[in-house]
């Protein structure tokens, strides 16, 4: 009887906030439209912000095991956390060279007011944006300014 393998945490080679991500003709991901690192509420708008769809593009390397992932939204500094999308996948040691790459539609994404956010990556339990004995130096946040719609700085720095 073979023991199974022992899991694996991936680490977060690469993440970027963006409009939308084409395929090449094997259908991987290839181009990386409009990333996003402002946003500005529509006019007459000034709570609960929906933006039109956005993607999240990743990278991960390294893994091993059936992890589920989710993205999470929060304040910059802040601790409330509120999921925003998930998926799973069972992953087979990752190619050191090639990363394993996913586009994650981010189509219940809300901007509560104007100010600084932050989106998280998490494999199960582990945040894959801070360090741990696993991943020494991780990729930092995802950030994105959210104005308000009049244009002032309103709760962004």
Same mark, same amino acid.
């Given at each position: 009887m073979n023991p199974e393998p022992?899991?694996? @945490?991936? +680490? @977060?080679?690469?993440?970027? *906030?963006? $409009? =939308?991500? $084409? $395929? =090449?003709?094997t259908e991987r991901p290839? +181009?990386?439209?409009?990333?996003?690192? /402002?946003?500005?509420?529509?006019?007459? /708008?000034?709570?609960?912000?929906?933006?039109?769809?956005l993607t999240l593009y990743v990278q991960l390397q390294g893994d091993l095991g059936l992890f589920f992932f989710r993205v999470v939204l929060r304040l910059v500094g802040g601790a409330r956390e509120? /999921? +925003?999308?998930?998926?799973?996948d069972d992953l087979d040691a990752a190619d050191e060279v090639f990363p394993l790459e996913r586009t994650i539609a981010l189509n219940r994404l809300v901007f509560?007011?104007? =100010?600084?956010? $932050?989106? *998280?990556?998490?494999?199960?339990?582990?945040? @894959?944006?801070?360090p741990n004995d696993h991943i020494q130096i991780p990729f930092p946040p995802i950030r994105v300014a959210v104005l308000p719609a009049d244009g002032t700085a309103g709760g962004a720095v």
């Amino acid at each position: 009887m073979n023991p199974e393998p022992a899991r694996k @945490l991936p +680490i @977060l080679r690469l993440a970027v *906030l963006c $409009e =939308d991500v $084409e $395929e =090449d003709g094997t259908e991987r991901p290839a +181009i990386i439209r409009f990333p996003v690192h /402002t946003l500005r509420f529509p006019p007459g /708008t000034s709570r609960n912000y929906r933006p039109p769809v956005l993607t999240l593009y990743v990278q991960l390397q390294g893994d091993l095991g059936l992890f589920f992932f989710r993205v999470v939204l929060r304040l910059v500094g802040g601790a409330r956390e509120v /999921t +925003i999308a998930h998926f799973d996948d069972d992953l087979d040691a990752a190619d050191e060279v090639f990363p394993l790459e996913r586009t994650i539609a981010l189509n219940r994404l809300v901007f509560p007011a104007p =100010d600084v956010y $932050e989106l *998280l990556v998490y494999a199960n339990a582990a945040n @894959l944006h801070e360090p741990n004995d696993h991943i020494q130096i991780p990729f930092p946040p995802i950030r994105v300014a959210v104005l308000p719609a009049d244009g002032t700085a309103g709760g962004a720095v």
